[in-house]
């Protein structure tokens, strides 16, 4: 029997190895002969550096940097196996969390950290590069990205601008002489987990930047100046930003990577998948666990459930795909529609959330084994 687990985090709880570790502890438990395929997963933002680092089995490089605000800091970032791929999270020199001592800086904050993070990936002579974007603290349009890299944002007079959404209503030219050498070189993938523009009301200002700090009157401002960056970026070009979905993840970042730089946007969890080679381990799967802390109707929109059941969907075997999660609020029907075979929640009934969370590792291993003996008793036909 080959069961493949391939779970997301359960967000306070478990890391995403954590919970393979103990659905993979509940599978051996009934069929101690089964081969386990254990596969670490995310949905491209916070923790799919750590994903991925576990699933490849590879060491976790460091480099020292700047966070959101400026202050002196230490980044991670990871190379694949075979050396081709590069791993950049953004919420490692540039995330919100990391600035949380501090008062929130919406106009200010930058992600110039992840763009040195970006330069020593390139200097390990990758030819691809994976950003993975959430928990941003900034709305810089990815300015900052470009400068971490040795591009220069100008002003009228020809003066560096402010980091953050204050330079973008400053600048007026691009000096690109100084980009790293291989900026251009290598293939940008993003993985972003939202389709809303660059501007507008729908726009990284408008909707995210709420979250970061900013006031009614810093959305206005924020959102002109991401404007007038979308509009030096087409002018310089070509390339029209303003409205490409997914542009207006990680306060704008994917703006300027994808004009300047040629990146590519996808869906997070199907980037991660592919990245650590699901396709071929459910090929041969009779059983696939994933899991999540709440299963609910994002989770069926391109998040890590939803992923997994697309894949396994299209496999020649196609496995029935079993989630195991905190909480189960999706109906039993969308759930089969959405190609998810059955959903268990790890709590054994009313439970309060502090009382389960030291339980949710030995909950996770129960449920799995109940699963696992289901399916040798009944095979198949048990979903």
Known sequence: MHVVVAPDSFKGSLSAVEVAAAIREGVLAVAPDARVTSLAMADGGEGTLDALVATWGVPVHEVNTCDAVGRPCTARWAVSRDGRTGVVELAEASGLP??????????????RGTGEVAAAVLDAGVEEVLVCLGGS???????GILVGLG?????????????????????????????????RQVRWRLAVDVTNPLVGELGSAAVFAPQKGARPGDVAFLDEALTRWANLLE???GVRVHELPGAGAAGGVPAALAALLG?????????????????DAVS?????????????????????????????GASPTRPPVVVVAGRVQLPADQARAAGIAAAFSVA?????????LPRTAVRLAEVAASVTQLTLSAGRRAF
């Not at 696939?288 to 994002?298: A, H, L």
């Open 263 to 279: 990146a590519v946007l996808e869906p997070g969890a199907g980037l991660v998948a592919e990245a650590v080679g699901l396709a």
């Open 98 to 111: 990391a600035v949380s001592d501090e008062p929130l800086q919406p106009l200010h904050a930058h992600t």
């Open 348 to 356: 054994p009934g009313p439970i309060a959330l502090e009382d389960l």
């Open 137 to 143: 603290a900034s709305t810089d349009g990815g300015a």
């Open 284 to 312: 041969d799967a009779d059983l696939v666990f994933t899991g999540e802390g709440s299963f609910d109707s994002q989770s069926v929109r391109g998040k890590v459930a939803d992923g997994v059941a697309t894949v396994a």
């Open 235 to 237: 002018r310089e070009t």
């Open 151 to 183: 591009a220069r944002l100008l002003d009228a007079d020809g003066a560096p601008v402010p980091d953050g959404g204050e330079g973008l209503a400053r600048v007026a030219r691009l000096d690109l002489d100084g980009l790293h050498p291989r900026a």
